[in-house]
Each structure stands twice: as structure tokens, then as C-alpha cells.
């Protein structure tokens, strides 16, 4: 790794919480590569159509099950304490 980065990796370390979103937001935004109405553009959101769609179609079947949005949080707390715990006892 350069002394470039390593010194930019330390500010960063040093930044305030709000200053350190506001990075992540911007370097997001200068990396975002819009898609507008570009060819590769309307094949995403195609995609994404099709995605929904059968979606749509598994949960109008009976394929899936549905939680409310309080269980799934509850589950993906779950996992992420028993991962923190897996690391811990890996540790």
C-alpha cells in the first residue's frame, strides 16, 4: 500500500462520524456511474422488472413467507450475534 493511502486511511480515522458519511456519500456519488437512459440502463431496470415479477409470482403462489418487517430484523440481529460470536471464539 502506498504512504498515499495510508496517510489518507489515518485522516479518515480522525474524521468526526458526519464527516466520515459525508465522505462515503461523496466517494459513492463519484464512483455511482449513472445509468440515465443509456442501453445498459434499460437492460437493469429490465432485470430488475423481471426480479419483481417473479417475486411477485413466488409470494402470490405461496412459495415464500412472509414476515413483518420486525422479524426480519429480529432475524438479522440474530445471525450478526452469532457470526460476532463465531469471530470472537475464533479469535
Same mark, same amino acid.
Given at each position: +500500500?502506498?504512504?498515499?493511502?495510508?496517510?489518507?486511511?489515518?485522516?479518515?480515522?480522525?474524521?468526526?462520524? $458526519?464527516?466520515?458519511?459525508?465522505? #462515503? !456519500?461523496?466517494?459513492?456519488?463519484?464512483?455511482?456511474?449513472? +445509468?440515465?437512459?443509456?442501453?445498459?440502463?434499460?437492460?437493469?431496470?429490465?432485470? #430488475?422488472? =423481471?426480479?419483481?415479477? =417473479? !417475486?411477485?409470482?413466488?409470494?402470490?403462489?405461496?412459495?415464500?413467507?412472509?414476515?413483518? $418487517?420486525?422479524? =426480519?430484523?429480529? &432475524?438479522?440481529?440474530?445471525?450478526? =450475534?452469532? !457470526? &460476532? $460470536?463465531?469471530?470472537?471464539? $475464533?479469535?
Amino acid at each position: +500500500m502506498s504512504q498515499t493511502l495510508d496517510h489518507i486511511k489515518e485522516e479518515i480515522k480522525s474524521l468526526r462520524p $458526519a464527516e466520515r458519511f459525508d465522505l #462515503w !456519500r461523496d466517494l459513492g456519488q463519484e464512483f455511482d456511474t449513472s +445509468m440515465g437512459e443509456s442501453e445498459d440502463g434499460a437492460s437493469v431496470e429490465a432485470d #430488475w422488472d =423481471a426480479e419483481i415479477d =417473479a !417475486r411477485v409470482r413466488q409470494v402470490e403462489k405461496g412459495e415464500v413467507e412472509l414476515v413483518s $418487517a420486525d422479524e =426480519a430484523i429480529e &432475524r438479522v440481529r440474530a445471525k450478526l =450475534a452469532a !457470526r &460476532r $460470536a463465531e469471530l470472537t471464539t $475464533a479469535a
